[in-house]
């Protein structure tokens, strides 16, 4: 019975979290800033993050420490979550922290690559870095990539990472260490749903990641191809094993002649019908978009706890990315009207 009023409360406490979500008004407010400045200003004086920014001076603060603070948000969320179904709000916390630790793991590879190691900044919320495994210090300085490995400690991404060393005077490969990196994390994720859900948690959980993933590899398929020019068996080995999406339909994308012929193979599976049909948005902006918009379906109508609050977390990430989406827009002096297009929940409220 207990446990039935903690899963209860979860569901209860997340919708009422999610009905003070940034709105189409304040989305406007903020794209209408002039300054990184303004920004921090509307967001610890007009809205929810009020108490995340509470101790910020918002005319000094700079953009990455805003933007870590405003992914603290995330965190902080799900912490509080957390007190209304404790094995609920951990096992997303794990999924956060994992899939934190590999942006950061991501940030440095590309640094590394670009021989610019001294522009490497933590993109980790602080109470995250008392939490993580990786040693960040040793992480800043880091010149080669075994001083990556050796700043990796014990954590799994040593060894996920490790067979994918380069030859002398070679790049890294980026996107063969994203893959296995990425690979890991979903493993994981699938596994702990099998794991701790059953009949329709699981259902929802499984159809949250599936569509996702479904999606990112479609956009991998149109990227590698268009942009990269990619043979057939490089984009089979950029892809990330998990999909829902029949193998003769991969095979034909794969094979497919340009983006046009990739995106009319999509629109006939059935994830294609389901979320294809009405997107706009740029190839890249789908895999968000359509979990944003699932997430965001089931806050409202899942009747399972553990749905609800993943739901709230993915709502809340679309969020907060959207706001840094406006911070690299005002920093780049782009138009508003620009800075609009590349948002994930402008005009999805």
């Known amino acids: 019975m207990l446990a039935g009023l903690s899963s209860n409360a979860v569901s209860a406490k997340a919708r009422g979290m999610h009905g003070k979500r940034l709105n189409n008004s304040n989305f406007m407010d903020l794209l209408n800033c002039k300054t990184i400045h303004d920004v921090a200003y509307y967001l610890k004086n007009r809205t929810s993050y009020n108490k995340i920014l509470a101790e910020i001076n918002e005319n000094e603060i700079t953009r990455s420490q805003l933007e ?28 956060l922290i994992m899939r934190s630790e590999i942006e950061q793991v991501m940030h440095s590879l590309i640094l590394l690559n670009s021989g610019k190691n001294d522009d ?11 939490k993580t495994g990786i040693d960040l210090g040793a992480l800043r300085q880091i010149k080669t990539f075994d001083d990556l490995i050796k700043s990796l400690g014990n954590t799994p991404y040593a060894k996920v990472i490790a067979p994918f060393k380069p030859e002398q005077n070679k790049l890294l490969d980026y ?23 059953k009949g329709g948690a699981a259902k929802q959980l499984r159809d949250i990641f599936n569509s996702y993933l479904d999606l990112d590899n479609y956009v991998r398929i149109v990227r590698m191809k268009s942009f990269y020019k990619a043979p057939p068996e ?28 990739v995106h009319a193979i999509m629109a006939q599976t059935s994830v294609g019908k389901r979320f294809l049909k009405d997107q706009d948005a740029f190839e890249d902006d789908i895999p968000l978009r359509v979990q944003y ?13 553990s749905v609800v609050l993943l739901s709230y977390i ?27 297009k590349l948002l994930t929940i402008v005009n999805f409220q």
């Open 175 to 197: 996107t063969k260490i994203e893959n296995a990196l990425y690979t890991f994390l979903y493993h994981n994720v699938f596994t702990m749903i099998k794991k701790h859900y």
């Open 314 to 340: 993915f709502v809340k990430q679309a969020e907060v990315y959207d706001v840094i989406t406006i911070l690299e827009g005002i920093r780049y002096h782009l138009a508003p009207s620009k800075i609009a």
């Open 120 to 130: 490497y900044v933590i993109y980790m919320p602080e109470f995250l870095q008392k």
């Open 293 to 305: 918009e699932t997430a965001k379906h089931h806050i409202h109508f899942s009747t399972h706890p």
């Open 68 to 95: 870590v603070l405003l992914k603290q948000k995330i965190f902080a969320d799900c912490s509080d979550l957390g007190k209304y179904g404790a094995a609920v709000g951990e096992r997303f916390s794990d999924y």
């Open 234 to 261: 490089a984009i089979r080995n950029a892809l990330l094993p998990f999909s829902t999406i029949r193998k003769h339909f991969i095979d034909a994308m794969i094979n497919a002649k340009d983006e046009e012929e």
